[in-house]
């Protein structure tokens, strides 16, 4: 994100999408760049309807950074359209949003289709956390207004073959922890079995956290109650996905998964708490490794967190078990990352889920599905936090394979069609609920 800040790309990416909705907006739309001083810009689409009611809709245009990995042929900045899907950084993940509300507003337009007041939010922070959103939510709040439906297109997909929403996002707590036993590196020979070994303390310390035999957590407060409508969700995201659910992943031979219980492999994906080491510094590669008792360790730890856990005590917690009686009394040191909290959605009125559904069969021929997430999108928390009595839809085209964040990402040009006609019908049917 620093280089996609001091090198220009994001100026020249807002100047190119902006050139385009000027070229292509209706006169009744009004489109406006927002900029706050030391933050990353944001643009406000605000479309006018005669239909009671006001739905928001969120994009952002951020990027993840380049990754190797790419087959040949493709890459990033090679757009290459193949067999129905968009090659490309970013495609999926999530540049085609803002040209996803503009099609809703234009299709609405084209077919003088009465609708609520729309107010489309394109942001530039995304893939860092969304720092700036709340800082323009508060700013600009009177050009939003309370949006009665939230609708995200910055989400997953189990197949392609039906409109699908994600009702629940998991919290994530990042922490480096590093483990000091010596000032520089000594022969193992001399001093192993005296000196311990930095890596055996940072195996201490992980078997605080985590069961390494079944891989759970074994932290009081880490975990909560599924809600009973979610249950039913997961239920119904068995019984379309099936085995998917567990050969989705590329597993390498004839390596096994935690569980073979479809239920109970959907909760430890999306409400139960995982810990995943990520990175590692102070070893060698093995080609270069000598016989050298190591002075450091350090780990990159994500732990991921129940939808409703409260993610700052939970670091809190966390800290002060990694600190706690230091093994050998050796430094430990931990460099948190901002903590991001979960977010499960409120149940679903009766009247917007049978909006929903009827729109994926209408375009699909096939019933919605709702699904969690095992991901974590800290601007969904914090749109529920700011929008309490909103409704929300959140969708997207992050379908298998897609690989959004990775090599060969892409964007599936028939299903991104098929979605977008299912937002125009939900956007014309909403009728606003406000008790």
């Known amino acids: 994100d620093s280089d996609w800040e001091e090198n220009g790309y994001m100026d020249d990416v807002l100047d190119l999408v902006m050139k385009w909705i000027e070229k292509h907006k209706p006169d009744s739309l009004n489109v406006s760049v927002k900029k706050i001083a030391g933050r990353t810009p944001l643009i406000i689409l605000d479309y006018p309807g005669k239909q009671d009611g006001n739905i928001l809709m969120y ?24 067999n129905d899907k968009l090659f490309g950084r970013g495609g999926a993940d999530d540049g085609y949003a803002v040209f996803a509300v503009m099609a809703t507003i234009l299709a609405l337009r084209k077919f003088n289709l009465d609708h609520p007041r729309i107010t ?32 995200c297109l910055d989400s997953g997909a189990g197949n392609y073959d039906q409109f699908w929403m994600t009702t629940s996002l998991r919290g994530l707590i990042g922490v480096s922890v590093r483990i000091d036993v010596l000032n520089e590196g000594v022969h193992s020979g001399g001093a192993s079995g005296l000196v311990p070994s930095s890596f055996r303390i940072l195996r201490q310390l992980l078997s605080r956290i985590e069961d390494e035999q079944t891989g759970e957590i074994k932290i009081d407060g880490f975990y909560t109650e599924i809600p009973k409508y979610r249950q039913e969700d997961m239920e119904e995201c068995v019984n379309v996905l099936g085995e998917k659910i567990i050969t989705v992943f590329p597993w390498f031979e004839n390596m096994e998964p935690s569980t073979q219980n479809l239920t109970k492999a959907l909760k430890k994906l999306t409400w139960e708490p995982t810990l995943s080491v990520v990175g590692v510094s102070g070893a060698p590669d093995v080609d270069n490794a000598g016989n050298v008792l190591r002075p450091y360790t350090e780990v990159k730890l994500s732990l991921r967190l129940p939808p409703t856990v409260d993610s700052k005590v939970a670091q809190e917690k966390l800290k002060s078990i990694l600190l706690e009686n230091p093994p050998y009394n050796a430094k430990i040191t931990l460099e948190f990352e901002e903590p991001a909290d979960g977010w499960s959605a409120p149940e679903m009125s009766k009247e917007l889920s049978n909006s929903v559904n009827d729109a994926s069969v ?42 959004a964040h990775g090599p060969n990402e892409f964007l599936h040009i028939p299903f991104v069609k098929v979605l977008n006609c299912c937002i125009v019908d939900i956007v014309i049917n909403y009728k606003p609920n406000r008790g």
Do not use: C
């Open 59 to 82: 994009g952002h245009l951020d990027k993840q950074p380049e990754m190797d990995g790419w087959r040949e042929g493709t890459g990033p900045w090679i757009p290459l359209l193949e």
């Open 120 to 151: 489309g939010i394109i942001e530039f922070s995304e893939e860092s956390g969304s720092p700036d959103l709340p800082a323009y939510l508060n700013e600009f709040e009177n050009e939003i207004g309370k949006p009665d439906l939230v609708i």
């Open 362 to 403: 209408n375009w699909f021929g096939k019933p919605a599905v709702s699904m969690g997430e095992g991901g974590t999108i800290p601007f969904m928390a914090m749109l529920g936090k700011k929008y309490p009595n909103a409704q929300f839809v959140i969708t997207g085209v992050l379908g298998p394979e897609s690989n």
